[in-house]
Structure formats: structure tokens, C-alpha cells
Nanobody, 123 residues
Framework: VQLQAFGGGLVQAGGSLRLSCAAS????????MGWFRQAPGKEREFVAA????????YYADSVKGRFTISRDNAKNSMYLQMNSLKSEDTAAYHC?????????????????WGQGTQVTVSS
């Protein structure tokens, strides 16, 4: 399984970015997906997750109402629309594939990880 996250960049506080995650190597539509982030010197942090068919989504309290996770199984892709960005959102964002059709906030429940895409929010 290969996961590739892209779409990061430098944005001013209050701005928006849309991250994408392209998947290959396993039936994408059979597994839940998630976004995690890690800032320098900090532990990996759950951001958002989505079940196999997009029917259920979860968000960290810190991003709820500002970020939206979605997926397009026909394109083997997942997205994270990030609005009203804050400086504390600065981190490397990683996409991950769950071990099942469901999804959780726990990194251990994800079997495959992509390299991160850097998001930097300037205040």
C-alpha cells in the first residue's frame, strides 16, 4: 500500500488549504482513512477520520467546525479541507489507512501511513 499526501504549504492565519491523499496497492474503498499531524517536538495527534464509505466522520475538538474530511473512492483519494487556519495548526500532516472498514482516533489502529505534507500557518 502506498499513500501520498500533498497539498500543504505556507498560508496566513485565517486562510485555507486543501490536502489530498492518493492511495494505491489495496482496495481503497474497503478501509477507513484518517489524517494525523505532528509538530516538531510533539507527539502525533489525531485530526480527522472517515469510514470506508464516508458515512461517518470524526474530528479532533481542536479542528471541529474548521476542517472537513472527505473521500472519493472512485479516485482512491481522501481530502482534508482546512479553513480558518491557525498558527497552532502548523505541522506535518499524514494520511493513514485503517486496518478495517471502520476508523478510530488511535494511531495503532492504522496499518499504513503516508509521508507527511507540511502545513505552515503564519500569524
Amino acid at each position: 500500500v502506498q499513500l501520498q499526501a500533498f497539498g500543504g504549504g505556507l498560508v496566513q492565519a485565517g486562510g485555507s488549504l486543501r490536502l489530498s491523499c492518493a492511495a494505491s496497492g489495496r482496495t481503497f474503498s474497503s478501509y477507513g482513512m484518517g489524517w494525523f499531524r505532528q509538530a516538531p517536538g510533539k507527539e502525533r495527534e489525531f485530526v480527522a477520520a472517515i469510514t470506508w464509505n464516508g458515512g461517518i466522520t470524526y474530528y479532533a475538538d481542536s479542528v471541529k467546525g474548521r476542517f472537513t474530511i472527505s473521500r472519493d473512492n472512485a479516485k482512491n483519494s481522501m481530502y482534508l479541507q482546512m479553513n480558518s487556519l491557525k498558527s497552532e495548526d502548523t505541522a506535518a500532516y499524514h494520511c493513514a489507512q485503517s486496518r478495517s472498514i471502520g476508523t478510530t482516533r488511535v494511531p495503532h489502529d492504522y496499518g499504513y501511513w503516508g509521508q507527511g505534507t507540511q502545513v505552515t500557518v503564519s500569524s
